[in-house]
């Protein structure tokens, strides 16, 4: 029986991680599985992927695929950027802004459209960027780059497919505590990476 328990259980399972490791190199899995891994482990960047899913769903229509699939796209384009050799300045206090503002923006009960919309590509360039040039030399890039694309996409999946199932099941107010709850973690989370 589905009641409102179990659903936020199932949803609160799925959204945890159950390793996080933070970047430590993960082993010797080659370019793949480091990729696959990368996103997963990073807590960091577990928060940012299911806040940008969240976002996505509290806006609804099509943005419940449109606001993700634009932070991914943004990843690659900041992952080309640090292939490149190109330098972007603060790159972590970046990440923890963006996931700081994600959680804000999450905490309210009105959501500013554009404001989302402009802000999520640049939460995927720091994000993008990060994941390439944390990579060691000695990563395949490409396999890598598969890996990281996959990951995301399945952790983005899962996020936004808890929340439609949620809405399906005419749980707004469920929803909407979700994502309150959420944004609060994720701004805490995002205060801990600045000053900690």
């Known amino acids: 029986m589905l009641t409102k328990k179990n659903v936020l259980m199932a949803i609160f399972a799925a959204a945890v991680p159950t390793v996080a490791m933070a970047h430590p190199g993960h082993g010797t899995g080659g370019g793949f599985v480091h990729g696959v891994l990368h ?24 943005r419940f695929w449109t606001i993700p699939a634009a932070f991914i796209g943004c990843c690659a384009v900041g992952g080309m950027i640090a292939f490149a050799g190109i330098t972007l300045p603060m790159i972590e206090p970046m990440i923890a802004a963006s996931l700081l503002v994600a959680g804000v923006l999450l905490v309210r009960r009105q959501q500013e459209k ?40 399945l952790l983005t999946a899962i996020t936004v497919g808890c929340g439609l199932l949620i809405e399906r099941l005419q749980f ?23 000053f900690v």
């Open 172 to 194: 707004k107010e469920l929803l909407s505590t979700v994502c309150r709850v959420a944004g609060t973690g994720f701004a805490a989370a995002a205060i801990l990476m600045l």
């Open 114 to 153: 554009p404001l989302v919309v402009a802000l999520v590509p640049l939460f995927g360039i720091f994000q993008g960027y990060a994941h390439v040039a944390e990579t060691g030399s000695a990563i395949s890039l490409a396999p890598y780059a598969v890996g990281l694309l996959i990951a995301s996409l």
């Open 39 to 62: 996103p997963l482990t990073g807590l960091d960047h577990v928060l940012v992927i299911i806040a940008v899913a969240l976002l996505s769903i509290r806006l609804g229509g099509h």
